[in-house]
């Protein structure tokens, strides 16, 4: 493995400002929540569903590009990629299950939080599946 492949060891400096910079993004999307998810008490399921799932995509791609990454820095065997590929394609494809059932569209799971590059986390703008 060549040192571009290892992971970046990062400064307590980079961890602290990354930090302070996803609890400013989470504010802001708190602030901004009750605009986006309509919780009344006819609508409280769905509000709720869409939160619980928008935060099960983040992790979801979150995962996927962690596995990526290990895959790519050869720190995981055949059968590992394998399994992890896997578990993958069905996390994404309950999560999409999930989705139809409270009659939600992809799109909707975007909760606004910009989290590397995974998009620009913008509101109504669909998940980036890549």
């Known amino acids: 493995m060549s040192e571009n492949d290892k992971p970046r060891q990062l400064s307590a400096d980079e ?4 930090v302070t910079d996803l609890k400013r993004q989470l504010e802001t999307v708190a602030h901004g929540t009750t605009e986006r998810i ?10 709720l569903a869409k939160l619980v799932l ?5 992790l979801r791609r979150l ?3 962690q596995a990526v990454r290990r895959m790519e820095g050869g720190s995981l065997s055949d059968r590992q990629v394998e399994e992890m590929g896997q578990a993958l394609m069905k996390l994404e494809q309950k999560i999409g299950e999930l ?5 939600l569209r992809p ?3 975007n909760l606004g939080i910009a989290v590397g590059d995974l998009g620009a986390g913008e509101p109504g703008k669909p998940p980036d599946h890549k």
């Open 15 to 18: 961890v602290t400002a990354a």
């Open 38 to 47: 309509d919780c009344t008490s006819e609508t409280l399921e769905q509000g």
């Open 54 to 58: 928008g935060l099960m995509e983040l």
């Open 63 to 65: 995962l996927e590009r």
């Open 99 to 103: 989705c139809q059932q409270f009659g």
């Open 107 to 109: 799109e909707d799971l």
